[in-house]
């Protein structure tokens, strides 16, 4: 009886313990429950705008690149091999249509073209004294006529012996060769005059390569040669541009090369100090492919922008077969540092879920993974949103 009467006292205690514990436990569990309610009811409702998230199609799309070029450029190249005596421009310079741009050392051709001028003027006068020559042969010729004339219608009145006769006509045959001897002369000094001339002009216009001059108006891009260098036939010595509007030069596969067409107009973003993206038109489509790079040269037309240099580089984006894209309003991205994130609506709680973003159109951003059709986004998110602040529809 004692023992059991032990026991049982311990036992009543041991239950009294646990009781007043169980108790301290509700009772703090309770109190928990009241401090988060409180907290909870603390944070007032956001209101925000939403939008549902749907599919769309979208023209899939391939990135091609290319470098911009000058409508028209040319390689200004001389014709001789000579020295070059002077360099009368720089790049960046604005020349016009003829101006001179280098001058060769034309001394051996000055030389050339003035001895084609004295041989001329010597031909020329080799005309002009076989003209009279021919002059002269022919009063020789009529004289001799006249002669044989006379002796002849002596002769027929037995007047005139046969030998003068013979002499007169002998004279005669004499005066008629020497002419057309000096017929051939002077035709072969015509001939010579002609020849003369035309390589005193072919000299001239030799001479004339020493000055290099510019094909069109335009601007320097590239200089290639310095005085005193030796200019080579079909060298390049400077690098003009066409003013005026540029184009960029792209290649594209003949997978994607069906899908372009002239007058179709393109987005072109170029690596600049400051973001620049432009409208272009494409204005040609090559017909046959580039056997070397295996695809098609298309060139597109870009709107007069000073910031633009020939030789920028400059990315489009080619259109291809549609497919179904979820897209969400560029207002609706929050970017943190190297995180990005949309705040989308579960239930009456905001919740910041990061993302994947992909294309960009002017409809608005891809969403890769990280969000699914039908859900709810938040598209202009307060300054002071945060995730799991409680929010209510202003509008939709």
Known sequence: MHNTYGLGAVAGRLAGVALVSGAALVAGACGGQEHAAEAV???????VTMQEVRRAPRPAMVEAGGLVQAKSSALVTSRLMAPVREVRVVPGD??????????????????????????????????TAGSADRQAADAALTLARASHGRIAALHARKSATPQELDEATASLR??????????????????????????????????????????????????????????MPGAPLLRVEEQGALRLDVRVDASRVTELSVGQELDVAFDAAEPLTLRGTVSEVARAMDADARAYLVKIALPAEPRLRSGMFGRTHLPGPASQVLLVPASAVVRRGQV???????????????????RTFREGLEVVSGLAEGERVITAPPAGLTDGTPIRTGAK
């Open 174 to 231: 004499a005066a008629e060769a020497r002419l057309g001897s000096i017929d051939a002369h002077v035709q072969q000094a015509q001939a010579s005059l002609a020849s003369a001339r035309a390589g005193s002009d072919a000299a001239a216009v030799t001479a004339s390569f020493a000055m290099i001059t510019a094909p069109f108006a335009g601007v320097i891009t590239e200089k290639l040669v310095e005085p005193g260098n030796m200019a």
């Open 94 to 127: 604005r020349v016009r249509a003829g101006q001179v741009l280098v001058v060769l050392d034309d001394r051996d051709l000055g030389a050339q073209a003035r001895s084609a001028r004295s041989a001329a003027a010597a031909a020329e006068q080799s005309v």
């Open 340 to 358: 990005t994130a949309i705040f989308v609506a579960e239930g009456d709680a905001a919740r910041l879920r990061m993302v994947v973003l992909g």
């Open 41 to 47: 009811t603390a944070r007032a409702p956001v209101t």
